[in-house]
């Protein structure tokens, strides 16, 4: 089991930055891929970003390329997602996930909400 708590979202203005967190408990964090998802009112959840067990290898959706970094410390159980020059397209809920074998999702985080004004 994986339990999963995203924090860091807020308000911020069009061109700012913010850092999202996703702490997991579990001995076993080292061994999922960590996904970061988003879902805006009245859409369907997307994908943003993912990162392997050993940080090697990361992927994003072209919409958030060049400005997003996914990053995790396997020391620390903790996946980031930080997040430069945004748009007020970049609102939703953002959600951390646990993948034992990509792209299945096993855990979901509750969601935190990030809110970019014009």
């Known amino acids: 089991q994986v339990q999963l708590v995203e924090s860091g979202g807020g308000l911020v203005q069009a061109g700012g930055s913010l850092r999202l967190s996703c702490a997991a408990s579990?001995?076993?964090?080292?061994?999922?891929?960590m996904g970061w998802f988003r879902q805006a009112p009245g859409k369907e959840r997307e994908f943003v970003a993912a990162i392997a067990w050993s940080g090697g290898r990361t992927s994003y959706a072209d919409s958030v390329k060049g400005r997003f970094t996914i990053s995790r410390d396997n020391a620390k159980n903790t996946v980031y997602l930080q997040m430069n020059s945004l748009k007020p397209e970049d609102t939703a809920v953002y959600y951390c996930?646990?993948?034992?074998?990509?792209?299945?999702?096993?855990?979901w985080g509750q969601g935190t909400q990030v809110t970019v004004s014009s």
């Open positions: 996930a646990a993948a034992f074998r990509a792209p299945d999702y096993n855990y």
């Open positions: 579990g001995r076993t964090f080292i061994s999922y891929t």
